[in-house]
């Protein structure tokens, strides 16, 4: 069984994410009808795969008191998830599945937090909770292979030892994500004492995002919640490109910093040219890497960039100006650079990708695409003023399905 939790953001509810969630659904109906078709024309047995869906609800109309604090909740509740499918799709027997997190916004912040109070989450070894400084790599491993094995754990409250979950971290994604939260990460460069009002007045989650609580640095960037998101098989930021977000620009979604020099490499996005959205617009990874680059004089920023690259991740860009109103026609001459001609493998650095997407287009776009990125559903005029990035939703999650199928045999 594969479970894919979803997770909303700032001021969002369970329906924020309904779009990708029905898009998740039809393409299940869909697989499943065409494994039948398959099957009963004796070409092959079908999958097997069974997937549960659930858009998380703990932390609607409660996303201002930190991100610790919803962190914790969404533990609470995929505790409950869990154990809930335990009892009835197993009978209450040993069983093992695998946990996908897709989460938007600040909902992947609260993902990366919950990480460490999830009761059958896998346990890491070492590290101190507390130290957001330390300079090494968060695990000695260049393959998730080595740094993803599972522990089984009694994850409900029966009190039968003998009974036991185990979990498999799978897919770790998330959609304009503030990874870096939002201080001198802000659509334009204001000064430090009016980040500090605005955290003030945006409560503890504000406190948090804008650096003036340790949030970020003792919890999302302690060695062992590193360490725990370096468990998951796979690992995807999506992030809007060109200045269309206000409430998540570029820098911080994709964790890109003009000083870090940190390796990427161009990738073929998983859907051919039919299939691919016309507002893709480009692919990097970074690969796992247990040599530790930062350095002595590295400013928390492209430290924290540099520590979030060595996990090894998939960054894809994406285009949503032809769904926002802007001030004039033009294209930005970022848009032409080298790095959108490049050919798949070709290396540019963290600093090549924060000039080429963070850029703000010269076209000025009305920096709405924060919400169009997502499909935002969370009521009937959102939906609507967001269909533009439902392709976008439907490429995710037939991705995230497709590599769940295909790969999580192999998971161990």
Same mark, same amino acid.
């Given at each position: 069984i594969h479970v894919i939790v979803l997770v909303h953001g700032w001021l969002g509810n369970d329906k924020e994410m309904g779009y990708i969630e029905d898009s998740f659904r039809?393409?299940?109906?869909?697989?499943?009808?065409?494994?039948?078709?398959?099957?009963?024309?004796?070409?092959?047995?079908?999958?097997?795969?069974?997937?549960?869906?659930?858009?998380?609800?703990?932390?609607?109309?409660?996303?201002?008191?930190?991100?610790?604090?919803?962190?914790?909740?969404?533990?609470?509740?995929?505790d409950g998830l869990v154990a809930e499918i335990r009892r009835h799709e197993f009978g209450g027997a040993s069983c093992t599945i695998t946990l996908s997190l897709v989460g938007n916004s600040l909902g992947g912040l609260y993902a990366r937090s919950a990480l460490g109070h999830i009761r059958c989450f896998p346990n890491v070894e070492g590290g101190d909770d507390t130290d957001g400084n330390s300079n090494s790599n968060t695990n000695g491993s260049n393959s998730n292979k080595d740094s993803s094995s599972t522990t089984t754990t009694n994850c409900d409250n029966d009190n039968d030892n003998n009974k036991t979950t185990t979990i498999i971290p799978a897919i770790f994604c998330t959609t304009a994500t503030p990874h870096l939260g939002v201080s001198r990460n802000t659509w334009l460069t204001i000064p430090r004492f009016l980040e500090y009002f605005i955290g003030?007045?945006?409560?503890?989650?504000?406190?948090?995002?804008?650096?003036?609580?340790?949030?970020?640095?003792?919890?999302?960037?302690?060695?062992?919640?590193l360490k725990r998101l370096q468990l998951f098989h796979s690992r995807v930021s999506?992030?809007?490109?060109?200045?269309? #977000?206000?409430?998540?620009? /570029?820098?911080?979604?994709? $964790? &890109?910093?003009?000083?870090s020099m940190s390796?990427?490499?161009?990738? =073929?996005? #998983?859907?051919?040219?039919? /299939?691919?959205?016309?507002? $893709? &617009?480009?692919?990097?990874?970074?690969?796992?890497?247990?040599?530790? =680059?930062?350095?002595d004089d590295d400013d928390e920023m492209t430290r924290w960039s540099k520590q979030l690259d060595n996990l090894g991740w998939q960054k894809v860009f994406w285009d949503v100006r032809s769904h926002l109103p802007s001030i004039m026609k033009t294209k930005s001459s970022?848009?032409?650079?080298?790095?959108?001609?490049?050919?798949?493998?070709?290396?540019?650095?963290?600093?090549?990708?924060?000039?080429?997407?963070?850029?703000?287009?010269?076209?000025?776009?009305?920096?709405?695409?924060?919400?169009?990125?997502?499909?935002?559903?969370?009521?009937?005029?959102?939906?609507?003023?967001?269909?533009?990035?439902q392709p976008i939703m439907d490429c995710v999650a037939r991705s995230m399905l497709?590599?769940?199928?295909?790969?999580s045999a192999s998971w161990k």
């Open positions: 039809d393409q299940v109906l869909r697989n499943a009808r065409s494994d039948k078709l398959e099957k009963d024309n004796e070409r092959k047995d079908a999958s097997g795969h069974r997937f549960i869906i659930h858009s998380a609800k703990c932390n609607v109309d409660r996303t201002t008191d930190g991100i610790i604090a919803g962190g914790k909740r969404l533990a609470s509740e995929i003030q007045v945006l409560q503890d989650t504000g406190r948090d995002l804008f650096c003036v609580s340790n949030t970020m640095k003792h919890d999302l960037f302690s060695s062992q919640q999506h992030c809007n490109s060109y200045g269309t #977000d206000f409430q998540v620009p /570029t820098s911080t979604a994709a $964790f &890109v910093t003009p000083n390796p990427h490499f161009r990738v =073929d996005g #998983d859907d051919d040219d039919s /299939t691919r959205p016309t507002e $893709f &617009v480009a692919a990097f990874e970074t690969r796992q890497n247990d040599k530790s =680059d930062i350095n970022s848009e032409s650079s080298h790095l959108l001609a490049a050919s798949s493998g070709t290396s540019s650095s963290s600093a090549d990708l924060y000039d080429t997407f963070a850029s703000i287009s010269s076209s000025l776009p009305i920096p709405f695409g924060h919400t169009v990125l997502v499909a935002n559903a969370k009521n009937a005029y959102y939906r609507e003023w967001n269909r533009g990035g497709q590599e769940l199928m295909d790969k």
